[in-house]
């Protein structure tokens, strides 16, 4: 959301509060979460101008709502820099955690800072996209043969939606997808756990995290900045009450039912995009149990 301003904000109100006028403005409810506990429920603020003369008020009214005006900006700026301090902790700790499972230097990788060599930094990056895009196309493999279609697609559906249910423990979830992959020939040299910690590196609060790094180490060491593509495709984690968020995937199964005459081509596809999505499903729920 951008940041309210000015023009946004409500009208300043006159009000009696302990036999003097004060001057209050209600908190637009877009950026309550920015006063008080952080729960919303602070409404509004209020200021005294010390008497309890209508008309003095009322000529005081402009200079204090302003300097009300000024807090909500302030109030908004704050929870921006502490909202974007948090993404950063959680960003390094997705990347450190993808470096460890993949042992990327033996475990001795650089600290993700502009101070450190800008072509260490980037040199990272990139072996880590490699392997991420590396997991992607294991995971991509098409099943070759239609009876092969047929057999796995009931035990796809009856994945997803245990998975969209989330009444399993993951493990249970990886070995019947193990199984269902062995039967439609798919080979991957990646493990689930590192398949989840790619996708993870290559969501956008981590990609972003990255960008906004090598720039800065650029611009520090006099480097020419980074030039990165315009937009960010991965999953879409997000930071709520200093935690991580995921996104649901929800694969409608009767999308994917077959017709007895169903084009195998078109069986083919329909099968692997459900295979996708459920593989998808079940690495967000690797993910969600271990980022918490």
């Known amino acids: 959301m951008d940041q309210l301003t000015w023009k946004d904000y409500p009208n300043p109100t006159i009000v009696w509060v302990r036999n003097k006028w004060s001057v209050r ?25 010390g008497t309890p003369d209508r008309a003095i008020a009322e000529r005081m009214k402009h ?6 005006y000024k807090e909500f900006d302030e109030a908004q ?8 301090a948090t993404a950063n902790f959680h960003a390094i700790k997705i990347i450190h955690e993808a470096a460890t499972e993949l042992d990327y ?18 040199a990272m990056k990139n072996d880590l996209d490699t392997l991420a895009n590396l997991a992607q196309d294991s995971r991509e493999g098409k099943p070759e043969h239609a009876e092969t279609h047929l057999a796995v697609l009931p035990d796809l559906a009856l ?17 019947t997808l193990t199984q269902i992959k062995d039967r439609m020939n798919i080979t991957g040299m990646f493990s689930l756990r590192q398949q989840s910690v790619l996708i993870q590196h290559q969501s956008k609060i981590a990609q ?25 495709t991965g999953i879409d984690i997000s930071v709520l009450d200093n935690n991580l968020t995921m996104p649901t995937v929800i ?27 459920v593989w998808m499903s079940i690495m967000l729920i690797l993910i969600k149990r271990t980022i918490r």
């Open 251 to 277: 694969a409608d199964v009767s999308l994917f039912q077959v017709k007895p005459l169903l084009d195998q081509d078109v069986l083919k596809q329909r099968v692997f995009q459900l295979y996708a999505h």
């Open 159 to 175: 994945l997803q939606k245990a998975t969209y249910e989330d009444t399993e423990p993951p493990e249970s979830y990886a070995h």
């Open 208 to 232: 972003s995290f990255w960008q906004d790094l090598l720039t800065a180490a650029a611009l520090k060491q006099g480097n020419k900045p980074p030039v990165f593509e315009a937009e960010l």
């Open 105 to 122: 230097k033996n475990g001795s990788f650089p600290d993700l800072i502009p101070d450190t060599d800008y072509d260490v930094l980037v």
């Open 63 to 68: 200079d204090l709502g302003n300097k009300i």
């Open 77 to 84: 700026k704050a929870y921006a820099n502490r909202g974007d």
């Open 25 to 49: 403005v209600s908190i637009p409810t877009q950026i309550r979460h920015c006063f008080g506990n952080g729960s919303g429920t602070t409404s509004n603020r209020t200021k005294s101008t």
